[in-house]
Structure formats: C-alpha cells, structure tokens
C-alpha cells in the first residue's frame, strides 16, 4: 500500500517540469506567430471603396437577428448566392495595373468587409470587380438564365434553375460591384454617362481609333461585331426584329428607318458608347473598344434607310445565323458597288449633315 502511495506522489511532482516547458514552448510559438505579427504588420483598413453587404437603419447601425447576427441586405445575400454557385471559379474580382480592360484599379482595402473572400484566380470569364451599373437589371436576368441568347457562343452556364428571389439577389450583388468606385469623381472619365467636361477626353480618343467609315473594310468588321452584339436585339438586319425583342417593352431601334438619314458619324458613334438610358440599350464604352465601335458605325450607315415599318417581324434565335459572319449581306454589298460607281463620277456625298452627337438631351 505505502508503495503505490509513494509512486503517486513521485508522479505528480515530475509532470510539473515538462508541463512547464510545454506550456513555455506554446507561449513563444504563440508570441512568434500570433502575437509579433499582430503587433508589426499593416493592418488594411476599409477603402472609401469597400462594400458594406449588411443592413443598416437610417442612423446606420447593423440591424441584427434574434441570434445577435447581422442582417444580410440584398447584395449580401446575393454574395452568397455567388459563392454557393460557384461563379467565381470563372470569374475574378481585382483589376491590377496591367489590367487593361475591367476598369479602375483595386486595393486590398476594397475588400475589407468581405469574407470569404470571392477574388478568384481564373478569367474563363470577364473580371467583375466593376460590373455594376454596366448592364441594366434586365439584362443581368435574361443572361444569367440563358447566357447564349445574349452572347453567343458564351460558355457561361445557365442559371435558369435559380428561384426568382435567389436570382434577384445576385443581380443586386452584381449591380453592387464597383459602383462605389463609379460614384467617386475621380474616375469620372471612366464610367459617368455623358458629361458637358468630358466631351473633349470623349472625342478625343474616338478620334485617336477612328478607321475610314466610309470603307467597306470597316462596315465588314462592324458586320462581325453587330452580330456578335447587336442581332440578339436589333436583329441581322438592324430592323429592330432580334429575338429579344418580343419580350421587351422598349423595343430596339430599327436602323433602316428614314429618321437615321439625319444621323451623323458622330451621332451614331455617340449613341453606341452611351447607349439609351431607360431602355435596355447597353452603353456600349464599357465593354467595346473606340475602333470597334467605329466599325459599328461603319456598318449601321451602310444600312438601307428606307423602311417605313417600326418593328418588322421578328427574328427566331436560328435566324441569326453566328457561323456567318465574314460576308456583309447582298444588298450592303450591292451599296458599296453603287458608292464605287458614284465616286468614279463624282457624284459620291459622304454623309448628309444631322443633328450633332449629343443632342438626344438626356
Ligand atoms: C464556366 C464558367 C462560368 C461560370 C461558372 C460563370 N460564368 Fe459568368 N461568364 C462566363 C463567360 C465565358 C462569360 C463571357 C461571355 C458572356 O457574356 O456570357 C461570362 C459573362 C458573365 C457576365 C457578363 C459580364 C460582362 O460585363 O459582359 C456576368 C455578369 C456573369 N458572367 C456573371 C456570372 C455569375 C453571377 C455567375 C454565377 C451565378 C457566373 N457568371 C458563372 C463564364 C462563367
Ligand atoms: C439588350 C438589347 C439591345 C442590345 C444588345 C443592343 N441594343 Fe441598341 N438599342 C436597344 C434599345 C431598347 C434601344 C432604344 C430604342 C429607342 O430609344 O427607342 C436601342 C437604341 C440603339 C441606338 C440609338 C438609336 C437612336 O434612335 O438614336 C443605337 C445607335 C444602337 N441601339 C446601336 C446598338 C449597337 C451598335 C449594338 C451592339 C453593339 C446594340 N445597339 C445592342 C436595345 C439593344
């Protein structure tokens, strides 16, 4: 008895050393990587630009749940439609300085409120990080259930499965990204809509791009682009027709009415960057390049202006035919034969004059 009694004793008193080195040895490690770099490293702090995704009252206090947690509003609950989707394993969020074409750039404190964090590493679709208020709602809609009604041959899955709320949700979410970064004065030049200031930056890179619209190379190319872009609502033909249109309430404009006589290079160009606010017309700037729309240009005025309908009937999406996109239609072509013929004799007038670019007042 005494024995065992001895054995304990002995035993309590030798675990007190190695529990004292272990529990020094987790102190440092703690201090090491815990506590130092706590201490040392540049905390990131919330950007004028970073996104709030939880409800707040008009004082701007978090509204909470029964449980404590903050509310989601709708954006937030749209991220995590985002997420649970999987959007971001094609879609990135950050545009860094040699990222030419998604916007103004990022920082680390953009993204100070958001976890997890939805970056991303792959582009097999555009970068996000600036999509909000590039598209209209409708737009977003329509593409997330059948992206290849809006972007043919778009490799983007449909969403077609998601309940209406869940797809409301996102498309908040996705009108919510950058707008911050649209608001702020000093990227004006890159996102407002037309501004009397800008005019002169405006022109003034169109002008640097500008090809010779009056030359069937550039109608060609912008026959390409049209197609690509335009079909789904103007139709091939630019009669206003493309399959989109049933479903719209503002129908697309139909290029070969009589009215577009008036228009000029100008006109046209202007009204393809800044699209047609109040309708579901895209403000082109954002996503196409100066020449590609110059082409569009190029190509719209070669539409016969003579149609007496507004809306002619409309187009199927088989109508649209993608694969063929290299030749113009016979009658654009007829046109350039007969503008050739005219400038052998001289009798060839480029443009008649027109209302000037910016006039549609808005
Ligand atoms: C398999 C890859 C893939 C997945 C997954 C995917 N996308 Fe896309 N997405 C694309 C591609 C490719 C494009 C470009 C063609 C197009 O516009 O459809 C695109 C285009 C877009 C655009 C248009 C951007 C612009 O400015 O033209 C939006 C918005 C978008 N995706 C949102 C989403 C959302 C939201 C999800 C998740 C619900 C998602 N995508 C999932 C590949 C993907
Ligand atoms: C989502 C449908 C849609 C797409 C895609 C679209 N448009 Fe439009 N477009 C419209 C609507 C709607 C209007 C407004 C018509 C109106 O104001 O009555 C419009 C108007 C226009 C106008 C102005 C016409 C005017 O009366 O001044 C031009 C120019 C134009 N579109 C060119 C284009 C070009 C070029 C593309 C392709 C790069 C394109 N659109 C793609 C729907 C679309």
Redesign the pocket.
Known sequence: MTDSNDNKKIGAKGYILPALVVATSFLMIYTVVVIIPDMTMVKIKPTQYAMEYIEKDEKGNIIRDAKGMPVPNAAGRGRK??VR???????SQFVRPQDRDFGSKVHAGDYANETPNVLGT?R???D?SN?GG??PDAW?VG??RS??D??P?????S?SF?NEEDLLD?VA??QSLGVKRMEDPANRHIYEAYYPEADDAFWKASELHKPNVDSATAANAGAGIFRQNCAVCHGTNGLGNGPNALAMAKKPANFTRPYYKAYSDKTWYYRVAEGVPGTRMPRWK??LKPEQMWYLVAFLKTLPQDSGEIIAPYQTINDLDWEDQSALPQQLTDKFLQIGKQKAEGTYKANPGGPTAGSGGH
């Open positions: 439609v985002y989707e999987g959007c971001l394993y094609c879609h792959s097999t679709g555009p996000l999509e590039k598209m977003h593409h997330l992206p290849r809006y972007t041959g778009s490799i983007m899955p969403f998601l996102l979410y996705l954002l996503k």
